[in-house]
């Protein structure tokens, strides 16, 4: 009966956020909280609980759908069955991952991550993570705020207390509710998670190269040299070590990332970003936050995101596109090949002379 409970009360969550505008949530405030840790003469809610802010379930509890739209009455699922033509910009959660090769994020895990510092300039947040389980937000998660402890003792639920506010505020100061060192990660976001975007193109896109990005909704990263509340500076909160030095000339010990893209290379002499681009290799802009920036000469930057998902895709290394023969064998990145829409993305859609 309790979780029924839960159910209904999230399936009247969603419903009530058809309205919404980004973070903005609306509706019954019971949809979301509970004002005791009872409900008809039980604990509330039956597992897991209790969780911080008197919420009545956890991130994946109201983000994850057995259904087939991600973006139902206007809110985003994270986790379900999906596919790379079925997912928000983020990507989704998986339970297995039989090859191993980390196609998602793991939730729970207290495996150090690749490239992981625990005392490097933003690493040291985290601590050691053999001693934390991989969350959504707080001190061992990506959103909120990095100074809140993500479990209390007690394995009391703290995540909500990391992103206080965050499903409230209209026009959030944190892209996302995303920090780096409690200083607001700048961006913009497509108003549907670019649900649209993805849908439209698919797995394996074809169309027209030269449609403009005004006609589908896409997100506007933040980036710029030696600055680290951009959307690379967050990722570099666990995987300092693959970019040390974001931002920087040299060394490099991995992919730059906040570096500007050449001016003469393809992807900066097209005024315009074309939908594929938005899709499988967007761009960070210095100022996020129009959409002029698109027509704006020598202003793309590479960040994290411009490769991968956040929060998982289909392919290995929860890349947005096919990498190798194995995991993708008509979309994958082969140096040579004469350009056609299914290599003019990925590593090829930047490195175009190698094509």
């Known amino acids: 009966m309790k979780k029924l409970l839960v159910c209904l009360l999230s399936m009247a969550f969603v419903l009530a956020m058809g309205g919404m505008a980004l973070a903005k949530v609306s509706g019954p405030c019971v949809n979301c909280h509970t004002m005791h840790n009872s409900q008809g003469g039980a604990d509330m809610p039956p597992a897991g609980g209790p969780y911080g802010a008197l919420v009545n379930n956890t991130c994946l509890g109201c983000h994850t759908t057995t259904g087939s739209d991600p973006l139902a009455g206007g809110f ?20 297995t991952d039989p090859d191993n090769a980390g196609k998602s994020h793991s939730l729970g895990s207290t495996v150090a991550p690749p490239g992981y510092s625990s005392t490097g300039p933003q690493g040291a947040w985290y601590g050691a993570l053999s001693t934390k389980k991989l969350t959504c937000a707080g001190d061992s998660g990506c959103h909120g705020k990095h100074d809140v402890a993500s479990e209390l003792t007690g394995g009391v639920d703290n995540q909500m207390k990391a992103i206080a506010g965050g499903h409230h505020d209209p026009s959030p100061a944190a892209y996302r509710i995303l920090y780096v060192n409690k200083v607001a990660v700048l961006g913009k976001g497509a108003s549907d998670y670019e649900e649209a975007l993805n849908a439209f193109y698919g797995s394996e896109p074809t169309g027209d190269l030269t449609r403009a990005i005004a006609t589908k909704p896409h997100n506007y990263y933040y980036a710029k040299a030696a600055t680290d509340n951009t959307i690379s500076g967050l990722c570099g909160n666990c995987h300092g070590n693959f970019h040390k030095d974001i931002g920087t000339a040299s060394p490099w010990r991995r992919h730059p990332t906040d570096v500007k893209l050449p001016g003469g290379w393809e992807v900066q002499t097209s005024a315009l970003i074309t939908d594929y681009d938005a899709k499988y290799n967007p761009f960070g802009f210095e100022s996020p936050t129009t959409v002029a ?33 194995t995991n993708d064998p008509v979309n994958n990145q082969q140096a040579g090949r004469a350009p056609t829409t299914v290599v003019e993305f990925g590593c090829l859609g930047c490195h175009d002379r190698q094509r």
């Open 76 to 95: 985003p699922y994270v986790k379900g069955t999906f596919s790379d033509s079925v997912c928000l910009a983020g990507g989704f959660f998986t339970d």
């Open 293 to 325: 920036d698109d027509a704006s000469a020598n202003i793309k930057y590479v960040t994290c995101v411009s490769c991968h998902r956040a929060h998982g895709s289909g392919n290995r290394d929860i890349l947005r596109f096919g990498y190798d023969s």
